[in-house]
């Protein structure tokens, strides 16, 4: 595993400054510098912002809604988010295209709703199953301990 | 030094994170960064062949199959880093933040490596929306920056390849939590104290969770890719581009207007002049005699949109050899657009054999954004390099 850790770091190093090397050699500074911006405010945002969102909406599901209706609630806002960060970006560039491109047509602000619909109602139906699934099984384990009385 | 804490330091609860999910998903962005960076540089292959090797014209769905695996998986690899970012978080919050000289060089490499990661598939995912919020040059940036991402993905890789060995051999289920501790410091965890009762996951299962993503991402991919795979075009949901709403049933990147060709290209006396051995220039009604080829070929967008349509037009190799050129010669078709880098393209080889001047597309005279009078259509070839409004072709060898 050594060899191979080895090999991999040089290699990367090797392909990392070669592509630095290129950028400061072909791209003009002031270029460079927003772009060096553009990386600290990525890393800023998604650090100090995004993900203490996350963390947080996660906690504040863990304190409020019990753990069944939990796991619906999980899978579904974990699916929305992934919809919606691809879908937000084309909201708010709708429109902005000459028309003979094709491009940015859509009502992705409704589409994205009817997304979250389509994935709430999946998950509202699943957790209606396990509810009844759970209260059929708890019915049957009373019986059976009634039974054996 | 886990009791060294300040009282107010992050504290990580949740038995979701572990290094067994964060290996499975780091094993897909590694997969869908090396697709990304092989159909890149295909792509980029595209721009700058090498003069002994020129872009093949078979088969002609190529540049549409790489290209628009490029785009889907970039699109695809938003979510899965975002994801791959929240499992690990907690190892920023390392009690003390430095521990070392090496462990300082360690946690700038991985800054370097999530920030460029995010710029890139954010700035890529932006070129593909046209929309151009940065000074430089997206091609030339998006080109080197590749370099920089693959080159840390292979670092952090070697650095961390003892935790990917046991996160991809840990079951899901029963791995350490991933903490702001790291496991070989907390006596609690899985692997210090020996076999212990799986770590309990009150509300979704880790596997639940990676379902949960993976199902997410389906969806994302399902609702986008309709933009190339036309098929799927009444499922795109999400999809930037729709073919089906393009003059003549396919988009344009670049409009007449933006190009600024309408009166040369709309005047009576439009030309093509041919440069070679025996220069001549084709008027419109010479063309008209000449329209006899036909080619069903796709028009294949960098930015990952493709659809296939039927084009009419004249054989190239025919004016070229009628200009003293051969099937050898290498050509440059120009534009009647001035100011602007794809305003020509060079053609030779196997393109050069297969392409056609188109003057008509699904059976109708070219719209005048799809090039009138003339454009270059030819096969497995990036849809900027099929130049439009074209008003000379030079054999320049």
């Not at chain 1, 919606?84 to 009502?107: E, H, Y």
């Amino acid at each position: 595993m050594k060899a191979w850790r080895i090999i991999l770091a040089i290699a990367g190093i090797a392909l990392g400054a070669f592509g630095v090397f290129r950028l400061v050699t072909e791209i003009p500074t002031h270029s460079l510098l927003i772009l060096l911006l553009w990386l600290a405010v990525a890393l800023v945002l998604h650090d100090a912002i995004l993900a203490p969102s996350e963390v947080g909406v996660g906690w504040l599901l863990r304190r409020h809604v019990p753990d069944r209706a939990r796991r619906f609630l999980q899978v579904a806002l974990i699916m929305s988010a992934i919809v919606a960060v691809i879908a937000i970006p084309m909201i708010f560039l709708r429109g902005s295209q000459p028309a003979a491109k094709a491009l940015l047509l859509r009502d992705y602000g409704a589409n994205l709703i009817l997304l979250f619909g389509i994935i709430a109602v999946v998950n509202l139906i699943l957790y209606a199953v396990q509810v009844r699934w759970d209260r059929a099984r708890a019915l049957r384990q009373a019986q059976g301990t009634s039974a054996s009385r | 030094m886990v009791q060294q804490r300040p009282g107010w330091w992050p504290r990580f609860s949740s038995t979701l994170r572990s290094t067994a999910v964060t290996a499975r998903i780091g094993r897909v962005l590694g997969i869908a960064i090396a697709l990304l960076f092989v159909t890149g540089l295909l792509s980029h292959y595209q721009y700058e062949p090498w003069a002994w090797l020129p872009e093949p014209a078979k088969p002609v769905w190529g540049y549409r199959l790489t290209q628009g695996i490029h785009v889907a998986t970039g699109i695809a690899t938003i979510p899965l880093l975002l994801l791959k970012l929240w499992s690990v978080y907690p190892n920023g919050f390392r009690f003390p933040p430095l521990r070392s000289i090496k462990h300082a060089i360690e946690r700038l490499s991985v800054a370097i490596l999530v920030s460029v990661a995010l710029v890139q598939v954010t700035t890529g995912f932006l070129n593909v929306l046209n929309w151009y919020p940065f000074p430089w040059y997206f091609l030339t940036v998006h080109r080197f920056l590749a370099y920089v991402l693959v080159g840390s993905v292979l670092l952090h890789v070697g650095v961390k390849l003892p935790d990917i060995a046991y996160g991809l051999s840990a079951k899901v289920a029963e791995a350490d939590v991933l903490t702001e501790i790291p496991w070989n410091e907390n006596p609690e965890s899985h692997s210090n104290a020996g076999t212990l009762p799986n770590p309990p996951t009150t509300g979704i299962s880790r596997r639940g969770m990676l379902t949960a993503a993976g199902a997410g991402v389906g969806v994302v991919i399902l609702t986008s890719v309709g933009q190339t795979v036309t098929p799927l075009e009444p499922l795109g949901l999400l999809a930037p581009r729709q073919w089906t709403k393009g003059p003549q049933g396919v988009p344009v990147n670049r409009t007449a207007e933006q190009a600024k060709i309408m009166a040369a290209a709309t005047s009576p006396t439009w030309s093509l002049e041919v440069v070679g051995p025996r220069p001549y220039r084709l008027t419109l009604a010479d063309l008209d005699l000449r329209v006899v080829h036909e080619a069903r070929l796709p028009i294949n967008c960098v930015e990952g949109w493709s659809v296939g349509a039927d084009w009419r037009g004249l054989s190239l190799l025919e004016v070229i050899l009628q200009a003293g050129g051969t099937a050898d010669s290498r050509i440059q078709v120009i534009s009647l657009e001035e100011d602007w880098g794809f305003n020509h393209s060079f053609i030779e080889g196997p393109q050069l054999s297969a392409a056609l001047l188109a003057t008509h597309l699904n059976g109708q005279r070219l719209d005048l954004d799809h090039g009138y009078p003339l454009r270059l259509i030819s096969p497995n070839r990036a849809g900027v390099l099929n130049t439009k409004w074209l008003g000379r072709i030079e054999v320049l060898s």
